[in-house]
């Protein structure tokens, strides 16, 4: 598990420190300190999904930081615009060649 150094990484790049992210998700920062001084096992679902909800990525990424995935939210676009992105997508994925 890469959890913590993919921490790091999207506070670095969302050039925020640990004390915005506890404040935005609810919890302390005290107790992200926590995580790196007495290990993370303990860190709920619940706070690793409001994590992964805030920086707009999978579980997946956030714990291993191995897929690429890419959100369209209805926050951004509008529901005609997000069935174009979905059936874009779909043609893409029929058109591809076996390899």
Do not use: C
Not at 33 to 50: E, F, I, M, P, R
Not at 90 to 98: A, G, P
């Amino acid at each position: 598990m890469r959890f913590l150094e993919n921490l790091e990484h999207l506070l670095k790049i969302n050039n925020m420190k640990k004390s915005d992210l506890a404040k935005h998700i609810g919890i302390t920062q005290p107790t992200i300190n926590a995580w790196y001084t007495k290990g993370y096992d303990n860190v709920s679902l619940s706070t690793l999904v409001k994590i992964s909800k805030f920086f707009n990525i999978t579980l997946e990424e956030l714990i291993n930081g191995e897929l690429k995935t890419i959100y369209f939210s209805s926050d951004e676009y509008s529901f005609e615009e997000l069935n174009v992105i979905i059936n874009f997508s779909r043609f893409l994925k029929t058109t591809r060649k076996e390899l």
